[in-house]
């Protein structure tokens, strides 16, 4: 019947889906900046030009891509929450943090900036007078490495946001885009990380409010994912990724990438 | 050979009402019985207990010792709107003579028999209304049945339809096709019938040939029926 | 919104070739994931449709109520299933589109599953007493009820091809929304979106809808040949 040869037809095309995935090829569990901003457009293709490993991106949130792989779902851990990376490593999922890069965060506003923080260099200063003018801020509340900053930042200022959850502090439970998209949107301040912000199509009237914080920093870190722990890996493989990455090579086409003439990260794997 | 056909006690309830109520009849081994009686009173009921699709409340029905639903193969039934499938004429009797395992070359003889050979390959459910319960009975006769059960198969049809479903029906019954045919068309009644049952609120108001019920009915139900009297 | 179909006009013309493979990803796997929920969702559609059975109104509801089925939580069961970590780690699919296929197949087996039942149901009620004076067997039934049920069945694959090919939860999660390999329409318009691009994730959006018109508009036409031949 038509329904058997659909059958055949249907099991043959299954079969080349997984036949897709055969050739060399690693898996990033990588946080959503680094690859909304563009960056691995421009650094893949060097990449797999030289080595010839094709290099596939999964992007979600620092907490997401934490679990993902320990779930042992990639080759290598890109993400930004240094102490939840040590943890990573401590436990055994990963081999070794390195120092990658770092960009600075931001926090963006309105125009007419309605809390007054317009030019604070002071982000628990500028937070608490966000707070203290019951303006709205929209935080990511997702447990990604942007949200994990910003509550960081929020317990050294004394002021328990949640406890105004739904009121002028909002939380979208979503990635960084549709966090600005949604800040945006209601008039909120948002603290983002300025790689997302630069290549950001959407700004509208908004504009960096605060800046320039040395706690502002924002470093990522790049883990291979230990094959004594999950032995699916392409360990191999992992390794000569990240080694790429820290190498002067890497670090110079991170360097190198820009957008609208602005650099977004900053190498500074350390070169021992 | 199913028959002769012995019925006994027969009875049919819905919830209280009794819809068949103590039926009891032989038939024998060949001929036409015209089954007759107003609306409501249990006709096309009684078909489906013979063809075996319901089950009696009580009583018994034995075709040659054997019950209905043993020998429903060995039977067609044609009903008063005819089901036909979604498909093409030809591949209405093409579905049966398939999964009753009978000669497919068949089907265009039976189309040709029925009158419906310049049709075959026309959607089924495009047909007439006297074409679709010609199309019903070669799909009938393409399963080789020794009883033919037919429930109002002419109702509602142009005379000329009524003809030409006759003359199948005759073929049939010449061939030795037991057939029990219900109707409420008297002419027809008396050019088929070789006996009569007539049936009233779920009994039995009489069972007599064919000669004897158009000269002169046993029950008065029946002679109202005859004479165009209303009998509830 | 102009900006947008400016936007998607310029893509569609200039044959961008990312978005070919993107859209020619999408209809791969949400017709392969169609083909196997039908393979699914029919056999089980019918049994319940023509089946009587003890526990049947229980498999109803959770039939119906696994339509609503959110396709996130789809995606996390089948994401659970297939990491490394989980009991089919070993297959390796997580992350290709196999393991989109596989969720979409999940997400919309239930419609294929409960749509269907619904359809082949009115249609039984229909042919049952048909079929029945004929004694087909029940395997016969479905082929037959499956069959004439062909063009109500191609909208109920339809809607399950619709709810695929526009659902973005459970494919962002088994997929990945890798560039080049787990790419589809609708993860790529999350991505566009969370980059603030919203009008090219528009363009991509009317994209889309356009491909969801032409597939509705193939469907639709081949319906309206069958109702003219009165074949639905
Ligand atoms: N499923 C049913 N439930 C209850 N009553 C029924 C059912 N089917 C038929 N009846 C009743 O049984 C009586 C006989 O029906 P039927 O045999 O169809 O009459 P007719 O002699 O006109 O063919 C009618 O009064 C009808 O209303
Ligand atoms: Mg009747």
Not at chain 2, 11 to 37: E, K, P, Y
Not at chain 2, 198 to 206: D, K, N, S, V
Not at chain 3, 135 to 143: G, H, P, S
Request: proline share 4%; aromatic share 6%.
């Amino acid at each position: 019947m038509q329904i058997k040869a659909f059958g055949a037809a249907t099991i043959a095309t299954l079969l080349t889906g997984g036949a897709w995935a055969q050739e060399q090829s690693i898996i990033v569990q990588s946080t959503t900046s680094t690859a909304n901003s563009g960056l691995y457009d421009h650094l893949l293709p060097m990449f797999e030009n030289e080595t010839g490993i094709k290099v596939n991106v999964v992007a979600v949130g620092t907490g997401q891509a934490i679990k993902n792989a320990e779930n042992c779902d990639g080759d290598v851990l890109l993400v930004h929450a240094r102490s939840a990376e040590e943890a990573f490593v401590e436990a055994g999922y990963g081999t070794e943090r390195m120092d990658l890069m770092y960009n600075d965060f931001v926090i963006v506003g309105p125009e007419d900036d309605p809390a007054g923080v317009g030019g604070m260099e002071d982000v628990r200063a500028a937070l608490s007078k966000i707070a203290g003018e019951g303006a709205l801020f929209a935080s990511r509340g997702d447990d990604s490495g942007t949200n994990r900053k910003e509550m960081a930042l929020w317990a050294e200022t004394g002021i328990d946001p949640s406890a105004a959850s739904g009121d002028w502090y909002r939380e979208t439970g979503s990635g960084m885009g549709a966090t600005l998209n949604a800040g945006i949107g209601m008039g909120a301040y948002v603290m983002t990380d300025r790689a997302t912000w630069i290549s950001f199509e959407n700004k509208q009237d908004y504009e960096i409010q605060v800046q320039g914080d040395a706690d502002m920093f924002n470093q990522y870190g790049v883990i291979p994912v230990s094959p004594e722990r999950c032995p699916s890996v392409n360990a191999e493989a992992a390794q000569t990724f990240a080694d790429w990455l820290v190498s002067d090579e890497g670090q110079d086409a991170i360097a190198a990438y820009t957008v609208a003439d602005q650099q977004l990260f900053f190498p500074n794997a350390s070169s021992d | 050979m199913i028959l002769p056909l012995a019925v006994r006690d027969l009875v049919l309830r819905f919830g209280q009402a009794n819809v068949l109520n103590g039926l009891s009849f032989d038939l024998g081994g060949s001929g036409c019985t015209m089954i007759m009686g107003p609306n409501g009173s249990g006709k096309s009921l009684l078909l489906k207990l013979l063809h075996g699709l319901m089950t009696p409340s009580g009583g018994r029905i034995e075709w040659g010792g054997r019950a209905p639903r043993d020998v429903t193969a060995r039977q067609a039934l044609v009903f008063q709107k005819p089901v036909l499938l979604r498909r093409s004429v030809a591949a209405n009797i093409d579905f049966v003579l398939r999964a009753r395992g009978k000669d497919r070359d068949r089907r265009d003889a039976l189309l040709e028999h029925v009158g419906l050979g310049h049709k075959a390959s026309q959607p089924a459910r495009l047909l007439s209304g006297g074409e679709a319960q010609r199309l019903a009975l070669a799909r009938a006769l393409a399963t080789d049945p020794e009883v033919l059960l037919l429930d109002e198969p002419t109702a509602s049809l142009d005379p000329a339809s009524v003809v030409a479903i006759e003359g199948i029906v005759a073929d049939a019954r010449a061939r030795g096709v037991r057939v029990i045919f219900v109707t409420h068309d008297i002419g027809q009644a008396r050019r088929m019938a070789d006996d009569v049952l007539f049936l009233q609120r779920g009994r039995i108001a009489e069972h007599t040939p064919a000669a004897a019920f158009f000269h002169a009915p046993q029950s008065q139900a029946a002679r109202d029926y005859l004479n165009g009297r209303i009998v509830v | 919104m102009g900006e947008a179909v400016t936007l998607a006009l310029q893509l569609v013309l200039s044959g961008d070739p990312d978005l070919l493979e993107i859209v020619l990803l999408s209809l791969r796997v949400s017709l392969t994931a169609t083909v196997l929920a039908c393979l699914i969702g029919l056999p089980i559609g019918s049994l319940v449709a023509i089946g009587r059975f003890p526990g049947r109104n229980a498999v109803l509801i959770v039939m119906n109520a696994l339509m609503g089925l959110p396709p996130v939580v789809v995606g996390l069961l089948v994401y659970l299933h297939l990491s490394r970590s989980g009991p089919l780690g070993f297959l390796g699919l997580l992350y290709t589109p196999t393991a989109m296929i596989i969720a979409q197949t999940l997400l919309i087996a239930p419609i294929v599953a409960a749509l269907s039942r619904q359809v082949l149901e009115d249609l039984h009620a229909e042919y049952s007493e048909q079929f029945r004076s004929l004694c087909l067997t029940r395997v016969q039934a479905v082929e037959a009820l499956l069959w004439d049920a062909r063009y109500s069945l191609l909208t109920v694959g339809l809607a399950g091809f619709g709810r695929a090919v526009a659902e973005v939860g459970a494919v962002i999660i088994v997929g990945g929304n890798i560039d080049h390999l787990t790419r589809v329409m609708t993860t790529a318009i999350a991505l566009e979106t969370s980059k603030g691009d919203l009008a090219l994730a528009l363009a991509l959006g009317i994209i889309l809808l356009v491909i969801a018109l032409g597939v509705n508009a193939a469907v639709q036409s081949v319906r309206m040949t069958a109702t003219r031949q009165a074949y639905v």
